[in-house]
């Protein structure tokens, strides 16, 4: 189990570490900082991931609106992310921050346990379904 991090964050927050790969399987950066953040819409990856991948924005601008209303614009890239031996591929947005954000577009794929108390997630074991 993941513990929570809490060097950039107070309280301790969740943050996985993702590894980001080129669309075309080329290049891969690891260990790269992520918050859980099931209020986000989208998945926001950090700019300094970039250099190592060699990727450029896809020239689209889109517009943020934070949780006080405040807007910002940002670039997105292809590119293939990589959580708990699942690859999720997509378009994400750049944000200029050290740690990037995992939304619900990459969350709702995902069945995850935040245990706040112990300051620990993880992904739990599947559960039988009965019919």
């Not at 189990?1 to 060097?7: I, L, Q, T, V």
């Not at 690891?30 to 099931?38: A, E, H, K």
């Not at 300094?48 to 689209?60: K, P």
Request: a negative charge.
């Amino acid at each position: 189990m993941p513990a929570y991090e809490g060097g950039s964050f107070a309280p301790p927050a969740p943050v996985a570490r993702v590894v980001l790969r080129r669309a075309d399987g080329t290049a891969t950066a690891s260990d790269i900082p992520m918050l859980i953040d099931s209020g986000a819409d989208v998945t926001l990856i950090p700019k300094s991931a970039l250099a190592v991948l060699g990727l450029v924005g896809a020239g689209q601008r889109y517009q943020l609106v934070a949780f006080d209303g405040t807007t910002s614009e940002c670039e997105a890239v292809h590119a293939d992310l990589i959580l708990l031996n699942r690859r999720f591929r997509g378009q994400y947005l750049l944000i200029d921050h050290d740690v990037g954000i995992l939304g619900r577009d990459v969350l709702n794929h995902l069945r995850l346990l935040l245990d706040g108390p112990a300051l620990t997630w993880d992904e739990p074991a599947p559960v039988a379904r009965r019919d």
